[in-house]
């Protein structure tokens, strides 16, 4: 039984391994795909990000960490805002951009 | 030297007109390049986003009168401050300072004169609708080449960012001194996060084309 509990304790402490490490920021002023390229130009160079996604619908910015890098939220509200946009809201997300760009995808369908 | 003025002129003058066509500069440390080419109006211009609200650049424009026998040549270089802007969630709209210091050229003068054009440009965009203003002054000793222009679109459907979003785009100028008509071209607009262009014909049967880039 304790062999059972320890296991699934294992288990459940390596589950956000596997989860995505990201950062979400809601950003008014996203209208235009143009305008709004100096955000994913600038947020892929950082050292920490493994993908970015823009949705110019639902107002967000996605940014994905690589695997062990930690994302710099400070900087990234920095980078849309040199970019020309207000940040809203930020916050960690466990969403990766494959699955933001699915369920964008979905919800168009 | 006046190949080489007329060349850096066509290059150059793509990029002034393009302020009134969407935001006249990039983003921090980007370059933006514009043109807007027709057979009356070649404007062309490269800018330097030094702040995210600062961008200065080169710019050359080729002016000529509809009846073919008066043209102008300016090259100058052009400041882009953006003055006021509102973030909004679901629009943006802009108020920009454009102006420039210049030499100018006339094939009815001699010489070059020193061309001030400050402007401003007012701008509102959403993912489906855009609509902007831009009025400019073109001035030297004698000459008043004053510049208005106002634009309004829609787009077809609302578009992913990483999809092509045709816009149908209506643009409206008038310059002083050159022209007594006012040019009216409806224009197709193609928007993707990588370029912009728009492709028209005026009501003077003429080709436009415009082009905006940032890297």
């Known amino acids: ?109 | 030297m006046r190949v080489a003025f007329r060349l850096l002129a066509l290059a150059s003058a793509s990029l002034l007109s393009w302020a009134a066509h969407a935001a006249p500069m990039g983003f921090k440390e980007s370059w933006m390049v514009m043109g807007d080419l027709s057979p009356n109006w070649r404007e062309g211009f490269a800018n330097y986003a030094f702040t995210a609200k600062d961008a200065v650049g080169p710019s050359l424009l080729y002016m000529r009168s509809d009846d073919k026998t008066k043209t102008r040549e300016l090259a100058e270089v052009a400041y882009t401050r953006l003055l006021k802007r509102w973030n909004l969630p679901h629009a943006q709209a802009n108020v920009w300072f454009v102006g420039g210091v210049g030499a100018l050229r006339g094939n009815d003068f001699s010489g070059t004169r020193t061309m001030a054009t400050p402007g401003i440009q007012v701008d509102y965009e959403t993912t489906r609708f855009y609509a902007s203003a831009f009025g400019r002054l073109y001035r030297a000793e004698g000459i008043n080449h004053d510049y208005a222009a106002a634009r309004v679109g829609f787009s077809f459907f609302e578009a992913d960012y990483d999809e092509v979003q045709p816009w149908a785009v209506l643009e409206v100028r008038r310059m002083r001194g050159l022209s007594d008509m006012t040019e009216v071209t409806p224009m197709l607009r193609l928007i993707h996060n990588r370029y912009f262009v728009e492709l028209g014909v005026n009501n003077s049967k003429q080709l436009r084309f415009n082009f905006m880039h940032t890297f």
């Open chain 1, 1 to 109: 039984m304790r062999n059972i509990i320890v296991s699934l304790a294992i288990a459940m402490a390596a589950l956000p391994a596997f989860a995505a490490n990201s950062v979400k920021a809601t950003v008014n002023g996203m209208v235009c795909a143009f305008c709004a390229q100096g955000i994913e130009k600038t947020i892929a160079k950082m050292d920490a990000t493994k993908a970015v996604f823009v949705d110019l619908k639902s107002k967000v910015v996605l940014v994905e960490a690589k695997e062990g890098k930690t994302l710099d939220q400070k900087a990234i509200g920095a980078a849309i805002v040199d970019a020309g946009y207000d940040v809203v809201k930020m916050e960690a997300s466990t969403t990766s951009v494959d699955e933001m760009k699915a369920a964008a995808k979905s919800a168009k369908k």
